[in-house]
Nanobody, 123 residues
Framework: QVSLVESGGGLVQAGGSLRLSCAAS???????VGWFRRAPGKEREFVAA????????YYADSVKGRFTISRDNGKNTVYLQMNSLKPEDTAVYYC?????????????????WGQGTQVTVSS
């Protein structure tokens, strides 16, 4: 079993930055870790994912060039650095983990989920 806890959300002005953290406990050998988000009135969507070594990263088109996903396996933590934030980035951000060695941007392919952290970007 894996437990995931997100932190780092908050209120920021447009153009600002935040760094989200996802701390894992339990069985911490997890291949892919992803970030998803759910904006008010919208479905949950993929944001970014990273493999075990950090050598492979994937991003949604809407965040490419602005967000960076990384992981520190020594700390069992995955990060999402968010720069140049826009009001449309406002959402609850969720960390998720996938046992498979294959990448996926589909939320139902992920086995473990955190409770989420709110990110609000004001205009």
């Amino acid at each position: 079993q894996v437990s995931l806890v997100e932190s780092g959300g908050g209120l920021v002005q447009a153009g600002g930055s935040l760094r989200l953290s996802c701390a894992a406990s339990g069985r911490t050998f997890i291949n892919y870790v992803g970030w998803f988000r759910r904006a008010p009135g919208k479905e949950r969507e993929f944001v970014a994912a990273v493999n075990w070594t950090g050598s492979r990263t994937y991003y949604a088109d809407s965040v490419k060039g602005r967000f960076t996903i990384s992981r520190d396996n020594g700390k069992n933590t995955v990060y999402l650095q968010m720069n140049s934030l826009k009001p449309e980035d406002t959402a609850v951000y969720y960390c998720a983990a996938r046992n498979s060695i294959r990448y996926s941007a589909y939320d139902l392919d992920y086995d473990y989920w955190g409770q989420g952290t709110q990110v609000t970007v004001s205009s």
